[in-house]
């Protein structure tokens, strides 16, 4: 994919205390029926008072099969949100602590497990460290230093700049009829830098796993939940004489809100209904700046976990068969995704964490690892690898400005090395972190489509990375903050690709330039 810790990727606008405070429950315990049998009934009484829990429950797309697993999930005491036909999903809330066994041991069940390790509750990110807003004198100084054509505070976007999304808006802003969908905390669509780019028919809230279109639904749940809305900014803000701007200044952005209201967690079941939402609203691009919840890595031998991977997979893979191109952020951890071993002491985040090492070939980060997402590392201002951000030869597709606070712009009125946009209440302000990275390399995507309308997700993903401009390994230590400490260190993948930058940084010029 607030509160920092080692992973540093949720969101942070939660206290700590709060996603730890949340009671664990008990998980789903012995299984008791045999396999391919429906299981007995729960009685009422059985589950009475007993905390309840979201699962997913994957199977064959045939209408019988699925008529005949729901049918069993209500037999094991289990309550049907939604059903997703076309890819096999069942959305499940459960109180009888062996559902999960007894439902994987049912006829037509090809995965199942609990979406939580804690009871459900009456929802993280890849931000690395809490926005900074801008203060009305600064903005008023960026207003009066802007030059001529430029917006108002475009001055401190180095950027844009930087991928050449500024030259790009004077040839190609980008078509009306593309739409990047934010998959995220919400969006503030009454900014007045993206109320003109916003898309409400293509905008839903998937809290709880089931869409609501409900003019609003979309919303961040307050204020402090502005991860969303400074990631659409950096997409899809106005070029209209107000505040910044975004590398596709004329596409359109909805929003897709998945956090929980409760806790700002990403569980699986709204992620799964945000990429259905997607793919069945003709949404071309999703940016998906953050992971899975609760689990950092979803490890396949782990029966919750493999169901979570499962179900998240299809999703996303049913959005690319219908013509959307998912795009992720590669995580703020620092950690070598193709490395033999990572040690993930921060999962699960939704009760107790406890210490694992996990194989990242085998336990993937979700969505950012799934085949045919786009994984986007992130760069500082000087193009070299952000501190934060995890890298890994053969996972990191293409990489893009995600800021930097060791890299330091010598051009910009602020001298700020993070990345400036849009923040709820008409407000701006500063985030680094993949999260940042992910949606500049979304508003390029979005480009190339503006360019070529017919392009599948697999023929935008071969432009984005062949346009790419090369970066090299550094040519010494990797040490950005100076400590004396190799932090990173870069593997050349060969046929132009690297464990830091992928196929390189992302070009908003070569997109709208090149046919």
Not at 442 to 459: M, Q
Request: hydrophobic share 35%; aromatic share 6%.
């Amino acid at each position: 994919m607030a509160h920092l810790r080692s992973r540093r990727r949720t969101a942070l606008t939660v206290p700590l205390g709060l996603a730890l405070a949340a009671s664990v429950g008990f998980l789903p315990g012995a299984a008791t029926a045999a396999p391919n049998e429906a299981p007995a009934p729960v009685s009422a009484r059985s589950a009475q008072d007993a905390p309840v829990f979201a699962y997913v429950v994957n199977t064959r797309t045939d209408r019988k099969t699925i008529a005949y697993v729901e049918k069993a999930i209500a037999r094991a005491g289990g309550d049907v949100v939604v059903t997703y036909a076309k890819i096999g999903v069942i959305v499940v809330h459960s109180a009888n602590p062996e559902f999960g066994e007894r439902i994987r041991g049912v006829r037509g069940v090809q995965s199942a497990g609990a979406t939580h390790t804690s009871p459900l509750k009456a929802a993280g990110t890849t931000e690395d460290g809490k926005a900074k807003p801008l203060s009305k004198a600064e903005a008023k100084a960026l207003k009066r230093s802007a030059a001529p054509g430029a917006e108002p505070m475009e001055a401190d976007q180095w950027d844009l700049r930087a991928i050449g999304a500024d030259k790009a808006a004077r040839i190609n802003p980008g078509s009306k009829k593309v739409t990047v969908a934010v998959i995220d905390t919400g969006i503030d669509d009454t900014h007045p830098d993206l109320a003109a780019n916003f898309s409400p028919s293509q905008s839903a809230s998937c809290v709880g796993g089931k869409a609501d279109t409900s003019p609003g639904a979309w919303r961040p749940s307050s204020k402090d939940s502005y991860h969303g809305t400074h990631v659409a900014g950096e997409i899809a803000a106005a070029r209209n004489g107000v505040g910044v701007a975004g590398v596709a200044p004329g596409v359109k952005v909805s929003a897709i809100r998945v956090a929980d209201p409760v806790d700002e967690l990403f569980y699986p079941e709204n992620v799964v209904c945000a990429f259905v939402f997607a793919a069945e609203h003709s949404v071309e691009v999703t940016n998906n700046s953050y992971y899975v919840d609760p689990w950092l890595y979803n490890c396949k031998d782990d029966p919750d976990q493999k169901a979570i991977l499962d179900a998240v997979n299809r999703a996303q893979l049913y959005a690319q068969k219908k013509g959307t191109l998912n795009l992720a952020s590669a995580g703020n951890s620092s950690h070598d995704l193709d490395s033999d071993a990572i040690v993930d002491d921060s999962s699960p985040d939704d009760s107790t964490p406890v210490t694992r090492t996990i194989d990242p070939h085998e336990c993937l980060d979700v969505p950012t690892q799934l085949p045919g997402v786009v994984t986007v590392s992130a760069t500082g201002v000087q193009n070299l690898k952000s501190i934060y951000s995890s890298y890994g030869k053969g996972v990191i597709d293409v990489a893009a400005p995600g800021g930097d606070k060791f890299q330091i712009p010598a051009d910009t009125p602020s001298k700020n090395g993070r990345i400036l946009s849009t923040l709820p209440g008409g407000e701006y302000g500063w985030l680094q972190g993949t999260s940042m990275a992910s949606p500049h390399a979304a508003g390029v995507a979005a480009l190339l489509k503006s360019t070529h309308p017919k392009a599948g997700p697999a023929e935008l993903q071969r432009l984005l990375k062949k346009q790419a401009d090369r970066l090299e390994c550094p040519s010494g230590p990797y040490d950005p903050d100076g400590n004396g400490v190799v932090d990173a260190v870069c593997e050349d993948g060969g046929k132009s690709r690297n464990g830091f930058y992928g196929s390189g940084l992302v070009d908003a010029l070569d997109a709208v330039k090149k046919k």
